[in-house]
C-alpha cells in the first residue's frame, strides 16, 4: 500500500471513530418543502456532509462523483455514479463525498432526491391488497435498498421528470407507479442486518437508552461491567437490561459488541498491526473471545477478513449474506 492510499485510509479510519462517538447525537433532519406536499423532487449539486436521518422515505440517484457511504450502525460502501438507493423513515445515513474528503473543488459529488411521508399511503397499508408490493418495498426499506440493475437508473429518471410536471392526483399515482416499479425489482441488496436502529431512533428523546450508548460507545475500548453502566444511567442492573432490550430489540453487550468489532474491521483494513493488539485496542483482553465475536459478526475472523480486503480492495464492515 502506497503512503497516499494509507492516507486516505487513516482519514476513514479517524472519520469513523468520530461517528462512533457521535452516532448517537446526530442530526434530526427536518424537511421543508411547498406547504401541504408529502412529497418532493430535489436536486442537489453536493452531497451535504452530515450523519442524519428524518421521518421521510429517501430515495436517492448518485449522478456525479463518488465517496463512502454510511447506512445504520453497521454498512460502509462505496458510493458512484448510477447508485439507486432507497433509505426507510429514520434510518441514519451519511455521504462522505470524494471533493470534500480529498478537498478538491473539481470532483463534485451530485444527486437527486425524492422523499416522501407515510402520509400518502393508505392508514392500514398492510390490509390493503393493491399495496402489498409497495408494502413490502417499505419495510425491506427499514433495512436501506441498493437497486443493482443499471436500468433502473434511466427508467428512474424518466419518472423524477414526469412528476415535476404534474399536480394533484396525477402526481401521486404517478409516484404510486415508480414504487410498485421498484417493489418489482429483484436486482438489490439490503445494506444492514436489521432494522433495530430505527426502532431506537424513533425513541432518540429517551434519555436513558442515550446514556447507555454514550457510555459504551466512549468507552468501548475499556474493560467496564454492567453495575458500571446502570450506576452511570441511575438505573438497577437487571431492570436496564430488560428496558434497554424492549426498546432496542438488542441487549447492551451485543450492541457493545457490534462497535467493537466495527472499530477491528477498520483497523484491519487500515493498519499492519496484528490480530492481538488491534483485539486489545477495540476492548478486547481475551484473543479468543474477540475472535469468537469477530466471527459471529462478520461471517469470517480477522484473518480471513484482512485477506479479502487485500484481494479485492474493498470489503463490507459487517458482512450480510
Not at 486516505?8 to 401541504?36: A, C, S, W
Not at 428523546?205 to 454514550?214: A, F, L, M, P
Not at 452511570?232 to 426498546?247: Q, T
Request: aromatic fraction near 14%; charge should be positive.
Amino acid at each position: 500500500m502506497n503512503e497516499n492510499n494509507f492516507s486516505q485510509l487513516q482519514f476513514l479510519q479517524n472519520k469513523i471513530l468520530y461517528l462512533l462517538k457521535i452516532r448517537f447525537t446526530m442530526l434530526f433532519e427536518k424537511i421543508i418543502d411547498k406547504p401541504g406536499s408529502e412529497f418532493s423532487h430535489i436536486v442537489y449539486k453536493q452531497f451535504i456532509m452530515s450523519w442524519h436521518y428524518h421521518p421521510e422515505y429517501e430515495l436517492i440517484i448518485v449522478t456525479a462523483g463518488g465517496g463512502k457511504r454510511f447506512v445504520g450502525n453497521t454498512y460502509v460502501d462505496e458510493f458512484k455514479v448510477g447508485d439507486l438507493v432507497l433509505y426507510g423513515r429514520n434510518l441514519p445515513h451519511f455521504h462522505l463525498s470524494y471533493d470534500i474528503k480529498n478537498n478538491n473543488d473539481n470532483i463534485k459529488s451530485s444527486c437527486e432526491v425524492i422523499r416522501f411521508t407515510k402520509n400518502i399511503f393508505p392508514r392500514k397499508i398492510n390490509s390493503v391488497k393493491e399495496f402489498e408490493n409497495i408494502n413490502n418495498l417499505l419495510e425491506r426499506s427499514k433495512q436501506g435498498i441498493l437497486f443493482k440493475s443499471p436500468q433502473n437508473i434511466e427508467n428512474i429518471k424518466s419518472i423524477m421528470g414526469e412528476l415535476d410536471k404534474l399536480t394533484g392526483i396525477k402526481r401521486i399515482c404517478t409516484l404510486y407507479r415508480f414504487l410498485e416499479y421498484l417493489a418489482n425489482q429483484n436486482d438489490y441488496k439490503l445494506m444492514t442486518k436489521d432494522s433495530s436502529n430505527i426502532i431506537f431512533m424513533e425513541k432518540n428523546k429517551n434519555e436513558t437508552i442515550i446514556k447507555v450508548y454514550n457510555y459504551i460507545t466512549q468507552n468501548y475500548n475499556k474493560t467496564f461491567s454492567l453495575d458500571d453502566i446502570a450506576k452511570y444511567v441511575g438505573f438497577n442492573s437487571a431492570a436496564l437490561c430488560r428496558y434497554f432490550k424492549r426498546s432496542t430489540k438488542k441487549s447492551i453487550f451485543e450492541c457493545l459488541a457490534e462497535i467493537r468489532i466495527n472499530v477491528a474491521c477498520k483497523l484491519l483494513i487500515n493498519s499492519s498491526m496484528n490480530i492481538s493488539q488491534i483485539a486489545y485496542d477495540s476492548g478486547y483482553k481475551n484473543l479468543s473471545n474477540f475472535n469468537r465475536q469477530f466471527k459471529k459478526i462478520t461471517n469470517k475472523n480477522p484473518t480471513e477478513y484482512r485477506q479479502l480486503y487485500r484481494e479485492n480492495g474493498t470489503v463490507d464492515t459487517f458482512i450480510n449474506d
